[in-house]
């Protein structure tokens, strides 16, 4: 199983960006799956979360009304679009996935798959 993030990069404080993640290996259709972020010197934290069918989402207070999470289940693939991009924002980028609950948390130790991670890098 292969999660692969794509789409970050360096961009201007209230600028955008969308980050991808596609799946390889096995379906999550049914699955939760999620973006956390680990800043330089702080812990992996997360930022946002979609349920199996997509019609549940979660996001950590910080992004909220600024990030928005959705998900292709034909593709299996899901997506962070991030707008209203703030220094604070700059991080690794880390997708996951998980084979066993269908509504996303925020415990990484429910994830089972995670990406390699991609830079995000708010500045001017």
């Known amino acids: 199983v292969q999660l692969v993030e794509s789409g970050g990069g360096l961009v201007q404080p209230g600028g955008s960006l969308r980050l991808s993640c596609a799946a390889s290996?096995?379906?999550?259709?049914?699955?939760?799956m999620g973006w956390f972020r680990q800043a330089p010197g702080k812990e992996r934290e997360f930022v946002a979360g979609?349920?199996?069918?997509?019609?549940?989402?979660s996001y950590a207070d910080s992004v909220k009304g600024r990030f928005t999470i959705s998900r292709d289940n034909a593709k299996n693939t899901i997506y962070l679009q991030m707008n209203s991009l703030k220094p604070e924002d700059t991080a690794v980028y880390y997708c996951?996935?998980?084979?066993?609950?269908?509504?996303?948390?925020?415990?990484?130790?429910?994830?089972?798959?995670w990406g390699q991670g991609t830079q995000v890098t708010v500045s001017s």
């Open positions: 996951a996935a998980s084979a066993r609950i269908t509504i996303a948390q925020a415990r990484e130790r429910l994830y089972d798959y």
């Open positions: 290996g096995r379906t999550f259709r049914g699955n939760a």
């Open positions: 979609i349920s199996g069918s997509g019609g549940v989402t």
